[in-house]
Structure formats: C-alpha cells, structure tokens
C-alpha cells in the first residue's frame, strides 16, 4: 500500500455521456491501439527503425511481492526479436515511481506512442491494482519514457485519475495513444476507468514544430480537445482502438463495450472522429467489446473488426460461440454493409472457410490483430479463442487467422492453430487460454507481419508467449517457438505472461 499519490497531471477530462457506466476490462485483454496508416502505429521505443515488442505479466512476483506485475520489451533488428535484446522493468526498477506491492498488476494493460514529440515511442502501463493509503484499487499508470537506450526507468511519470482517489476506480485498465489533432506535437493518450462517465485525456505540451521536450516532468498537460456530444446508447466501456478510418491523416477512436439496462451485455461502441482541430463523437456502432484496426482491403483506409466473444444467446446459436464483425473505412468513417450507420458483416466458426465450429464458450472475438502478414497490401485478420475446446479439454484455446482481400476477409485460405497443431510447440491442457491475445508484429521491418500469440494460463498461470513467422505465403507454424518471462530474466511463476500484448 503506497502512502503517497502518484504524481497527478493536468489534463483534459473527456466526458462522452452523463451516467454511462464503466467495468473491468477482461482478464486477458488489452488495450489493443494498432493501425497501418494513423501516426499511432509505432512501437519502436530506441528509434532504430525496427518495432519492438511490449508484453505484460501481471501476476509477477516482484521483490516477495506476488502479483506486482513487470512488463518485457524485446528490441526488433534485422532477425526480428529474440530473448537477448529485451530487458524487464517493475516498479522496483531504477526511476519508476512507487514500488512493487501485491496485487497491483503492472502491466494489465500496455500501450505506446511518441507522447512527448521526441521521435521515440514511449510505453504506457497500468497498474489498475495500485492502491493509494486504504483505498484498494484506485488504480494508476506509469510512463516510460523511450531513449536511445530504449525504454528506461529514469524520468518515469506516474499518472492518475483526474478525479481523485476512489477505491475500485481501477484507473488505467485500457489506453489508446495516437495523433487525434494537430494541437500538440506528440501522442495524445486516453485512460479508461470505472469513475462513472469519465475517460481521461492527457497530451503533450509541446506544440507542433518544436523541439523535443527535455523536461519531462511535465510533459503531459492539459488538452485543448473539445468534449464530444452525449451519446445516445450507455455502454460499460473495455476497450478502445485507434485508426484513420476516413483517411484525412489524423487518427479516429473507438471505445468499446457492452449494453448496460433493460438488454445488458450486447456489444456496441462508439466511433468519434479526429481533425486538426478535434476529435468529436460521429455515431455508434453495433459490435465490441473487442477492437482493432488495419487496412484490410487495400484502400488507404483503416477497417474496424470489432469482436463479441460472449454475446447473450438471442436463439442463434452460433452467437454464443463469439462473433467477428467487419466495417471498411471509407470517406464517411467505419461503414457497415450497406453504408454508414448499418451492421457491419458478421463472421463466426461456422463462417464458410473458418477453421472449427462455432460453440458454446468458446470466446471467438476475444482478442484481434489486423495487419498484412504475406506483404500483398491486404492485412488479414488475427483472432482469438481462449475458451476454445479441444476435445474434452476445455478452453486449451485457439488461434484463428482470416486472410484479407479487395472485399474485406475472406474465409478461403483461413489458417487455425492449438498447441496440438502440427509445429506448434506445447500440448493443449485445461485453462491454458491460447489464444487470450494474438498480435500481428513486424519487428524485422520486411513488411510481413507475424503473429504473437499468448496463452497467460500456461503451466498454471506462468505464461507463455508463441512466435509464428511470416513469409511470402503468410503465416506459418513451422520454426514457431515460444517464450517465458523466465526466458527474459524475469520472475516466470505465476506471472501470467502475455495477458498484455501491445499492438
């Protein structure tokens, strides 16, 4: 229990609705921030030119402290990413605020983005079990600032609701970083927590055309962005993704949850849309509480896929499966089959072409990547079953991956991967959850993405992370190979490596 406050910024408070409610984002889930177009595309924290790789263990044991929680970051190069160029950071290292202390899960949730305007990306970590004097779980969030060195402790700022202190908050459960408007020359970040209607907005005080800022300590600062309009549907908000859905150069947001009321637990989130001068809500969209972001078709525009692993039975069965849906970007935003403000296209198991079949539990949707994984200009399209049956063992998980074309993803050559597959490292065992996150990196910089995926229940919540090359055919499980936190230097017992994977 820390008896001092973390370091509180100054920022904008970002009010999208009186009374929408707010809840835990899903054990596994992240924010999940990506894009192939929009500013918010970077994870390089050294600057040499290759994306790095950002995984968080929550439930680390850090200095006798179990479920402090640590964060890894593996350095891209010509080879791609490996277990030697990486380094591990807690609360207990050098320059980081705070301490390590049971139970504050850094590193739930990570993201990244240049926040400071100095040309190197930094990492944003929660820590939604931070407790502040006796109030549990208000929760919090560090910044690690990106260098030559890559990331470091020194310099570390803590930041924390802006509306004070209240147990449970949970402050810092899913970020998204991006450049939503030309008022600041770095990234502007969002936080989610459960305080009511609150999402918080901190950005840059460095203004466009001005050299990096060296004084960090007040890097972050109040934003001029105007609050959207109140929206019409109140969601208990999850996740968030970022992407330039219309292809005007700034990044869009989407925030993503389920229903609350009369008809809770329906996924919907809302679409608001980014200019030089704003970033202003435009419409909701059926779909969520799983986001992500790419160009799947080719046209200079990010798509949104939006995953429902756990729908409300509606008398479809395959619903209770989980469900993918596809909206393509266009000039007007995420549009849906026929136009703006329409469903998007719906995918399942039982989809033609996808691997498996759609049942009960098995949480298909429950985390998303969208990037192109065979270098022909079409991203694909990652997708997770933790819940994943194989045969009578149960959520062991699954991995899924929809190819991408001019008309969106496509079913034909749709590639589905267990840890029982032929080259997959492991066998399947109950409560592995493979498949709890799934994203699609470039660490190499040839332009072929390859796939992480995670399984945060291996080995009785150690955590495992799976590497699964891309070539010019796409993905594939040959050579795959895996990793620990153990395998990085870090504590591996229980640490539930991988629940976090940052786009």
Same mark, same amino acid.
């Given at each position: ?6 370091? +509180? ?11 929408? !409610? ?7 889930? &992240? ?18 030119? $290759? ?23 593996? $350095? ?12 591990? %950071? ?14 504050? &899960? ?13 040309? $190197? ?37 803590? %930041?924390?609701?802006?509306? =004070? ?54 890097? %972050? ?21 970022? !992407? ?17 009321? +009369? ?75 026929? =136009? ?37 200009? $079409? ?22 991956? %929809? ?10 050559? +749709? ?47 150690? !955590? ?30 229980? &640490? ?8």
């Amino acid at each position: 229990m820390r008896t001092h406050r973390i370091v +509180a910024l100054t920022a904008a408070t970002f009010l999208l609705t009186a009374g929408a !409610g707010l809840a835990t984002a899903p054990t596994a889930h &992240a924010g999940v921030p990506g894009s192939t177009r929009a500013d918010d595309c970077n994870c390089d924290f050294n600057g040499d030119g $290759y994306d790095d790789v950002l995984v968080g263990a929550p439930g680390a044991t850090v200095g006798g402290r179990r479920g402090a929680g640590l964060v890894t970051v593996q $350095y891209g190069s010509s080879r791609g990413i490996g277990t030697t160029r990486a380094a591990v %950071l807690h609360q207990n290292t050098a320059g980081v605020p705070g301490g390590a202390e049971i139970g504050d &899960a850094f590193g739930q949730a990570v993201a990244t983005g240049d926040l400071d305007g100095d040309g $190197y990306d930094d990492a944003i970590v929660g820590v939604p079990g931070e407790d502040i004097g006796t109030r549990a779980d208000t929760g919090g969030a560090l910044i690690l600032w990106g260098s030559p060195r890559g990331l470091v402790g020194s310099q570390s700022q803590g %930041l924390e609701s802006l509306l =004070g202190a209240t147990a449970g908050a949970r402050f810092g459960f899913a970020f998204a970083a991006a450049r939503f408007t030309a008022e600041t020359a770095g990234d502007q970040l969002i936080a989610l927590d459960r305080h009511g209607a609150e999402r918080h907005l901190f950005a840059s005080a460095a203004q466009p055309g001005a050299t990096a800022r060296q004084d960090r300590g007040t890097a %972050l600062n109040r934003s001029s962005l105007k609050t959207a309009t109140a929206v019409p549907r109140d969601l208990a908000t999850k996740s968030l993704t970022t !992407g330039d859905y219309d292809g005007n150069g700034f990044a869009d947001l989407v925030i993503s949850g389920v229903t609350t009321g +009369a008809e809770p637990g329906h996924g919907w989130s809302w679409y608001l849309s980014g200019h030089a001068e704003s970033l202003d809500f435009a419409r909701e969209l059926r779909g969520g509480p799983v986001v992500a972001s790419g160009d799947i078709n080719r046209d200079g525009r990010d798509d949104l896929v939006t995953g429902e692993p756990h729908s409300p039975d509606d008398g479809g069965e395959s619903m209770t499966g989980g469900m993918v849906g596809v909206y393509l970007g266009g000039p007007a935003g995420p549009a849906g089959t026929e =136009g703006p403000g329409t469903p998007p296209r719906w995918w399942t198991q039982n989809s033609p072409g996808v691997p498996g079949s759609s049942e009960r539990g098995d949480g298909w949707g429950s985390d998303l990547s969208v990037a192109d994984t065979d270098g022909d200009g $079409y991203a694909e399209v990652a997708i997770g079953a933790p819940g994943e049956d194989n045969g009578t063992i149960a959520d062991s998980g699954m991995v899924t991956v %929809l190819r991408g074309t001019r008309a969106g993803p496509t079913g034909t050559g +749709a590639q589905g991967w267990t840890q029982d597959s032929p080259s997959v490292p492991g066998a399947v065992e109950r409560g592995d959850r493979f498949g709890a996150q799934v994203r699609l990196t470039d660490p190499n910089r040839d332009g072929r993405f390859g796939l992480l995926a995670s399984a945060p229940g291996e080995n009785t919540d150690d !955590g495992h992370v799976w590497v699964f090359s891309a070539g010019t055919g796409g993905l594939t499980a040959a050579g795959s190979w895996t990793y620990t936190a153990g395998s990085l230097g870090g504590p591996a017992v229980d &640490a539930r490596f991988g629940a976090a994977i940052d786009e």
